[in-house]
């Protein structure tokens, strides 16, 4: 047993990070009903922003530039979690200019919108920044190791699960305990009366995908230190996330956090006891649950259903 | 208005259309040709160069075309061979083997290449060895260090350039048996590659009477090491050896530096190729093996880097490393051994290259390499490196430590596995 707890540990903090990855896409999915399929270049979009603001070169004029890298690095770490997921959300801001036109129509059409809002977004990488790998930066005091029960665990592994929590427990406080989230749930379920109330459905749907793809830019920067950053880890993001939402069930906040958990437990476990397994082990789940629960863990009934 | 619900249906639905447009784009495109024709000139060579662009093994394949390009510019500069120019074509095989497999018959069977160039993934090598095989066409798995590829995978119309999974155990395992310690631990990439590479480290560590703790496989594109890492604290093994390559070998490279276990255990990593230490530079650790590095005191090195530089100014890698360097060889060989049979019949020239013969100073190597007969591997120094403690320049990563001569290093095992089919059933080729 005492032997189990270090890889159970281990799944959860994982698991936290899957719930992380997947919380922008489930956002846009459960709020907006479009499935934005530009969520993982989305995530290595915001990885590569926080790379170039905390490298040497910051995009900056030469006397900010300067100014930028006097500051300590702690210091500049926390400036780069705000400024590039706003970074991003500028990039979240044109893509659902674009998608407008899809509203009401099949969801196919905003899929295939954003998949080719994906492909454009990681070819624009490459030729940015090359097909090269780079590491971010991040502070000494989240970086290195720390010896527990006579293993030697990731300072930042701990520090990303903490992130994770936050952000899972802000965006909760968001979208359930403030009037914005009521608005916006209203508008998921019935945009015509939301709108015959006066309320600016547009400017809604803009904040609501800002922020799924403001989400995203975090997550990526949260999981770069541990992924590393190169130009198709959106493609590793993207599949975990869309995984994450069937299995947790389409539209449920707390489904995707339960589903990103015991999907991380399972890759942690069977990565200790059945290593060949380990990435298969999400789709074994996947298939498991979706078998005898065929909208996942909490998703919406189906009017199908008896 | 009407209001459109989305459903899992309709995600699921969502998701195997994206998968099929992913999979048609790298189907249709992007293609790259480079036609060098001119009227009343004799007709071209045409190759097909089998290079991965994405994937694990992406930033490795476009190294490897590199070499491939330089040494066909080469020869075009002297006039081409036969007097004829050699053209090519490249896509993406996306370092799998369907998409190899795939690639490689079009080429074969719309674009008339006659010889197709280019591996790094054993299971993209071996899907395309069987479409050449099947229509007789040469290929040069140029980087593909599985030893299966010389051995139970090998053909009559391959020819395989890079040291093995063997040629590196070989050249390290016995030695650090005796040094470090005993016990051992496996940690492999879970394909062909991992497999045959593990197998044969396994064999040496308990030839020189070690032992093998355990094996962990790990999926390839796995990004988090940390079960693999926490699971190796517990075991407490001497040594780790590692099979794990492309982008993966890249993560568990910073997962270990980060958690400062580089030290101890003793890490043998097989062979790492250089797109992959140059994308990751600081974290390269423990003993690693390699066939070629841009800094060997020798003859002939310093000028291929200025070569090699002065037609790669734009690439995201600054200097030549072994994937290239193979990719090189393993073309010029070719084009010469055209030269020397004078005909471009395949037979004619897989004999040729079954008799290959190359002086230490022009491989720019420390021993005189030859293919094998035998297993179509070609035979060369083993180079044992670890990480640089004064390096010269940004570049100077490596220290190299150990260079083992080609018969000391031979992957004898794999004389026994290949069979190679007579030369009256290879179907005849001619450009």
């Known amino acids: 047993m005492f032997d189990l707890l270090p890889h159970i540990l281990n799944g959860l903090t994982l698991g936290l990070l899957f719930a992380l990855i997947a919380l922008g896409f489930m956002l846009i999915v459960g709020l907006m009903e479009q499935i934005n399929l530009a969520h993982g270049s989305l995530f290595a979009l915001g990885a590569y922003f926080a790379m170039q603001l905390m490298g040497p070169r910051p995009p900056f004029p030469a006397d900010l530039a300067q100014s930028w890298l006097a500051l300590p690095l702690g210091w500049r770490y926390a400036a780069t979690l705000i400024l590039a997921p706003a970074a991003v959300g500028l990039v979240g801001i044109a893509i659902e200019f674009c998608m407008r036109r899809t509203y009401g129509k099949d969801p196919l059409y905003g899929l295939l919108l954003t998949f080719g809002a994906a492909m454009v977004i990681e070819e624009m990488i490459r030729l940015t920044w090359g097909t090269r790998d780079y590491v971010l930066q991040v502070p000494q005091a989240v970086n290195g190791g720390f010896i527990f029960g006579d293993l030697i665990w990731s300072t930042y592994r701990f520090y990303a699960a903490g992130i994770a929590v936050a952000v899972i427990g802000l965006v909760w406080l968001l979208i359930e305990k403030t009037s914005f989230g009521a608005t916006v749930k209203a508008g998921a379920h019935d945009s015509e009366i939301v709108r015959a109330l006066g309320i600016n459905l547009t400017r809604l749907r803009l904040l609501v995908f800002v922020f799924g793809t403001m989400l995203a830019a975090i997550a990526g920067i949260i999981v770069a230190p541990i992924w590393g950053i190169r130009p198709h880890m959106g493609v590793d993001a993207v599949i975990p996330a869309f995984l994450v939402i069937v299995l947790g069930g389409v539209g449920s906040f707390w489904g995707a956090v339960v589903a990103g958990l015991l999907v991380g437990l399972a890759v942690g476990l069977s990565g200790a006891y059945a290593s060949e397994w380990s990435l298969l082990s999400m789709y074994v789940l996947l298939v498991a649950v979706v078998t005898f629960r065929a909208r996942g863990l909490w998703g919406k009934k189906s009017m199908l259903e008896a | 208005m009407k209001r459109r619900e989305i459903s899992r249906r309709s995600v699921l639905k969502g998701s195997l259309m994206a998968s099929a447009l992913a999979g048609t784009a790298s189907y249709f495109g992007p293609w790259k040709e480079n036609r060098v024709w001119a009227q009343g000139a004799a007709k071209p060579i045409k190759l097909g160069l089998t290079c991965d662009a994405s994937g694990q093994y992406g930033n490795s394949g476009q190294d490897d075309l590199r070499g491939i390009q330089m040494a066909i510019d080469e020869a075009n500069a002297k006039g081409g061979v036969l007097g004829r120019k050699i053209t090519w074509i490249t896509a993406d095989t996306e370092t799998t083997p369907a998409t190899g497999s795939r690639l490689a018959e079009r080429f074969i069977t719309r674009e008339d290449c006659t010889i197709l160039i280019g591996a790094v993934h054993s299971g993209v090598a071996n899907a395309i060895t069987q479409v050449a095989a099947k229509n007789g066409v040469i290929y040069l798995n140029t980087n593909s260090s599985a030893p299966s590829e010389a051995g139970e995978n090998c053909s009559r119309i391959k020819f395989v350039w890079d040291g093995n999974g063997t040629n590196f155990s070989k050249a390290s395992v016995a030695n650090a048996v005796n040094s470090i310690g005993k016990k051992w631990m496996l940690l492999t990439n879970d394909y062909v590659w991992g497999h045959t590479t593990s197998a044969a480290t396994r064999a040496q560590v308990e030839g020189a009477g070690g032992k093998v703790l355990d094996n962990l496989l790990v999926p390839q594109n796995t990004r988090d090491f940390t079960a693999y890492l926490l699971k190796i604290q517990q075991a407490k093994p001497d040594v780790v050896a590692t099979a794990i390559g492309g982008d993966d070998i890249k993560a568990l490279r910073e997962q270990v530096a980060q958690l400062k276990l580089d030290g101890k255990p003793a890490w043998i990593n097989n062979q790492q190729d250089w797109p992959d230490v140059w994308g990751s530079p600081d974290s390269l650790f423990g003993v690693f093996g390699t066939t070629w590095y841009h800094k060997l005191a020798l003859p002939g090195v310093a000028d291929f880097v200025k070569k090699w530089q002065a037609t790669n100014k734009e690439g995201s890698i600054p200097v030549p490393g072994n994937v290239s360097y193979n990719g090189y060889m393993a073309t010029r060989e070719l084009l010469r051994a055209i030269e020397r049979a004078g005909s471009t019949n395949n037979v004619k020239i897989i004999k040729e290259l079954e008799n290959l013969k190359v002086s230490a100073t022009d491989r720019m190597q420390h021993f005189d390499a030859y293919m094998d007969p035998v297993t179509h591997q070609m035979q060369q120094t083993i180079y044992l490196a670890r990480r640089n403690p004064k390096p010269a320049d940004k570049t100077d990563l490596y220290e ?29 080729v001619d450009s």
């Open chain 2, 400 to 428: 190299i430590i150990s260079w083992t001569e080609p018969k000391a290093a031979a992957d004898t095992d794999a004389q026994a596995k290949c069979k190679l089919v007579p030369y009256e059933q290879v179907p005849t």
